[in-house]
């Protein structure tokens, strides 16, 4: 039996009944009992206070008394000022609102996740043997370096928010080191190879979208909310304009866009994508450049783009997966991406935004203005965007002579 009791003290209208201990023993149901309760600890001068506990649940009152008698530190035994996590996470979160949804989602997520894995309760309480514990816990449930890596950076920011000095310096040495992998793009040979299998099988929709995403380096969901009136001439050259917005989905509902950093920028067109959109403007019936079906905001340009090169014979061969076959005696079957398109790692769309930027780097475009095409805040950002030329591109300027 436990050492302490545990006492339910209910409220009637303006009142609280005597406290009346709850028996805790088999045979009778606890699950019913409301809050508040109490506990009578002794203290050392022999005083016997009444604490009410911090728990609106009789299984919450248990876990509270379990850790008193243990020896830990109780909420209701805290300070008035003192901060929890769980308010602590509600304030960054609320901090972040005017960030672009799925920003607040993923840090939601991501705090949520940390709060129900750790076993402490306020912010003074976070040290780095707390974060060490979430991290093992990460890793082993398998995380890559750079997700443990991204996840641990929100936890810092939210610490930070919340007061804590030098929240970084906590988890120096406990995130994995992530190798940084140089830029990939595509070699033009494989532009080459993916254009044209679109425009052989006629398929006009893919071949525009795509050619859309090479030429204005634009992320996935900048491509996804452009707008015919985004098209805008600067003087005498055609610009994509990227921009925050509001539109009414199909379904009558409001839904909104900011770009990453919020920050709106002009991104100039090149002649060949202008001749095509124009084409595709005499046949559009939407204010969208690429609705889905149901004339919102495409969503699944990456899976279609991994389908296109997976046709193209672009795959690399080496991506493996698992697949149950059988209708009736089913078999775990290994698949690779050169025979089945289940997502080739080489092929995604942020890879056709590293070309366009290599490729402005390679014609002499200031790094300052590639910066600003790209909508990147940090000019060092920009750079891990630009590619390694292979030798043979840049033989010729290798063997200038050098005196």
Not at 281 to 308: A, C, M, Y
Request: proline fraction near 5%; charge should be positive.
């Amino acid at each position: 039996m436990p050492g302490l009791a545990i006492y339910n003290r209910p409220k009637t209208g303006a009142s609280y009944r005597p406290y009346k201990r709850v028996e805790e023993r088999r045979g009778v149901k606890t699950g019913a009992f409301e809050g508040p309760f109490y506990i009578r600890p002794t203290n050392p001068d022999g005083s016997q206070p009444w604490v009410r506990l911090d728990a609106p649940t009789f299984e919450q009152a248990k876990a509270e008394r379990d850790r008193k008698e243990r020896g830990e530190k109780i909420a209701a035994e805290t300070p008035a000022n003192r901060f929890s996590i769980g308010d602590a996470i509600a304030a960054f979160i609320d901090s972040k609102k005017r960030k672009s949804r799925a920003t607040v989602q993923n840090y939601t997520a991501i705090l949520n996740e940390f709060l129900d894995h750790i076993t402490v309760k306020f912010i003074d309480e976070i040290t780095s043997k707390v974060l060490d514990e979430y991290i093992t816990w990460l890793e082993e449930r398998g995380a890559a370096p750079k997700t443990i890596k991204n996840k641990t950076q929100v936890v810092v920011f939210m610490l930070k928010a919340a007061g804590v000095q030098k929240p970084s310096a906590i988890v120096k040495d406990l995130v994995p080191v992530v190798e940084e992998e140089p830029a990939e793009p595509y070699h033009q040979m494989e532009l080459e190879k993916l254009f044209e299998f679109m425009e052989e099988a006629e398929d006009q929709e893919n071949f525009q979208r795509y050619s859309f995403f090479l030429v204005t380096a634009a992320r996935e969901k900048e491509v996804a909310h452009a707008q015919w009136k985004d098209i805008v001439m600067k003087g005498t050259v055609p610009h994509f304009v990227i921009q925050a917005k509001t539109y009414t989905k199909s379904d009558g509902t409001e839904g909104a866009f900011s770009p990453k950093n919020h920050e709106r920028r002009e991104v100039p067109l090149t002649r060949e994508l202008v001749d095509v959109l124009t084409a595709r403007k005499k046949t559009s019936k939407s204010n969208w450049i690429f609705p889905n079906q149901n004339g919102d905001p495409e969503g699944h340009f990456l899976r279609k783009f991994k389908k296109v090169a997976f046709e193209a014979g672009l795959n690399c061969g080496k991506c493996k997966t698992t697949r149950q076959e059988g209708r009736y005696d089913k078999q775990t079957v290994e698949k690779t991406c050169k025979t089945y398109n289940e997502g080739c790692e080489q092929h995604y769309l942020h890879r056709l935004r590293k070309t366009r930027a290599s490729f402005w780097h390679t014609h002499q475009v200031p790094l300052r203005t590639i910066q600003h095409y790209l909508g990147h805040k940090n000019l060092d950002t920009t750079q891990k965007y630009l590619g390694i030329e292979n030798a043979e591109a840049v033989i010729d300027k290798i063997n200038k002579p050098m005196f």
